[in-house]
């Protein structure tokens, strides 16, 4: 697909979303609505089993486009808001998993990018927060909801209130980050991880996917009632005889033959 401000593109399994708005990578209304409509290839390609969102060099995403933003009327303020919360929603809901790898600066609209991807590998010189209040601003692109799910809402309120970027080891400690690596090893660990995630019963993934995440807004016997329906749902598939039968015949197992 054509794209101006993303490189997207497919390969093994693995849907790759590149930022390339440099310097910033700043996110102004094209690149959100291109956010959104890569999520949307993503989601229509059946080869593509897990997606990785990326950047190069020492920004991941900046924030908004704080030039566009300074012109906003209320009313474009607010549409810009809602086609944020329309994209990053894309990300968080889509059935495949998505992986945020990311490298040195994710600020405002970067934290609400990674927040909204399932897992969060961070090179050791990321910087990461939400700053808006700087502006006179709050994060409008789900970044109050989702960081207070992710991290608590106390350290929530610390990191908006405050606009203080923390370093990769400090959102490994609060849980924001799933793994921190060395700068030059973060694109080999995302690789490794997708093409993990890609290996396993790809009906499977979804569900468990599709589980936790509408589990964590409602309570534990509705989560749990979710979890029994999705465990026979994976039984309408032909995965679970295609994985128990490679396993006890010590062999990896075929997804592809589940299509047959």
């Known amino acids: 697909m054509d794209f101006k401000y993303l490189i997207v593109r497919k390969e093994d399994g693995i849907g790759w979303m590149k930022m390339n708005r440099p310097p910033m990578n700043a996110l102004n209304t094209e690149v959100v609505l291109e956010i959104e409509r890569a999520m949307d290839w993503f989601a229509h390609e059946d080869d593509v089993l897990v997606v990785v969102i990326y950047a190069e060099g020492k920004m991941f995403v900046a924030g908004a486009d704080i030039t566009e933003m300074s012109k906003f009327t209320p009313m474009q303020a607010r549409e810009f808001a809602r086609n944020g919360h329309r994209a990053l929603g894309k990300i968080a809901s889509s059935e495949k998993p998505v992986i945020a790898a990311v490298n040195g600066f994710a600020l405002g609209g970067g934290c609400e990018i990674a927040i909204a991807c399932d897992i969060r590998v961070l090179a050791d010189t990321v910087k990461i927060g939400q700053p808006e209040v700087n502006l006179g601003l709050i994060p409008g692109f789900g970044g109050t909801q989702r960081l207070a799910r992710l991290v608590g809402p106390g350290i929530a309120k610390e990191l908006i209130f405050t606009a203080d970027a923390i370093d ?47 589990g964590q807004d409602t309570d534990l016997a509705t989560g749990n009632s979710y979890e029994v329906e999705a465990f026979g749902v994976c039984f309408s598939t032909k995965e679970p005889a295609i994985g128990t039968s490679a396993f006890l015949a010590k062999q990896k197992p075929d997804w592809k033959a589940a299509k047959e």
């Open 168 to 214: 990769a080891t400090e959102a490994l400690r609060i849980g924001l980050a799933n793994k921190v690596v060395p700068a030059d090893k973060l694109m080999e660990t995302v690789t490794e991880m997708a093409k993990k995630i890609a290996a396993k019963g790809p009906t499977a993934v979804r569900l468990a996917k599709a589980c936790i995440n509408l």
